[in-house]
């Protein structure tokens, strides 16, 4: 079975720190890992994905994700946090069915 | 290039009601699935529905079932709504030829069911 856990509920980072969102995933074979972003009422938009590859992936917003396999894990992060992004963080493992974790609120302080 | 949408974006139902939920998929995308959000969760699949047929299905009662069209759109419909219904739906569309498909979200359709 497939399966997500995000270990922090709420994460609070001042304007221009760093974040560091952590996952770590449960799956059969070679994950298609994912992380999506939430803003209020609003649907989900694609930051970044990894199929194979470079474990170090890029996506929009200038955010990047790590996967490491050993440690079932693809940590987001972020070296400079903008007020725009406070949201609602998930990740999301799978291939035609996707299963998400609970999801990481994060609040960004002046 | 128009992405995914959904209508309407509220709906508001009672008990045993029935419901349907309309997805237009993004532009060249195939495949739509339909995902429920409850309140402070992460969004649980219900199915995919690909060249016209339901592929995957999650672990939803029969009382969600959906239909896809020939130009790809999809509809949700379920019966006898239940309190706990209540959600964000969402659709999500994806080219299946691609193999391990990315998903893209529409903005979703807030149910209220009283």
């Known amino acids: 079975a497939q399966s997500v856990t995000q270990p922090d509920i709420h994460i609070t980072v001042s304007e221009g720190a760093s974040l560091e969102l952590r996952c770590n995933y449960s799956y059969g074979a070679t994950p298609y890992l994912f992380w999506y972003v939430q803003s209020p009422g609003q649907g989900l938009q694609l930051l970044l994905k990894?199929?194979?590859?470079?474990?170090l992936v890029q996506g929009i917003k200038g955010f990047e994700a790590e996967f490491k396999r050993s440690q079932s894990s693809f940590n987001l992060r972020k070296p400079s946090v903008h007020w725009s992004d406070a949201a609602e963080y998930f990740c999301?493992?799978?291939?035609?069915?996707?299963?998400f974790g609970a999801g990481t609120t994060v609040t960004v302080r002046a | 290039d128009a992405g995914v949408t959904q209508s309407p974006t509220h709906l508001i139902k009672t008990r045993g009601q029935q419901v349907t939920l309309r997805c237009s998929p993004k532009s060249g995308h195939d495949t739509v699935s339909w995902y429920q959000q409850a309140l402070g969760q992460g969004p649980q699949f219900i199915f995919q529905?690909?060249?016209?047929?339901?592929?995957q299905r999650g672990n939803f009662p029969d009382r969600f079932s959906g239909h896809q069209f020939p130009n790809y759109s999809s509809e949700l419909n379920v019966n006898a709504l239940l309190l706990g219904d209540s959600a964000l739906y969402l659709c999500?569309?994806?080219?299946?030829?691609?193999?391990?498909?990315?998903?893209?979200f529409g903005p979703g359709t807030r149910l209220l069911v009283l």
């Open positions: 999301a493992v799978g291939d035609y069915k996707l299963s």
């Open positions: 999500a569309s994806s080219l299946r030829a691609l193999g391990g498909e990315t998903q893209y």
């Open positions: 990894y199929f194979s590859g470079d474990t």
């Open positions: 529905y690909y060249e016209e047929e339901e592929r």
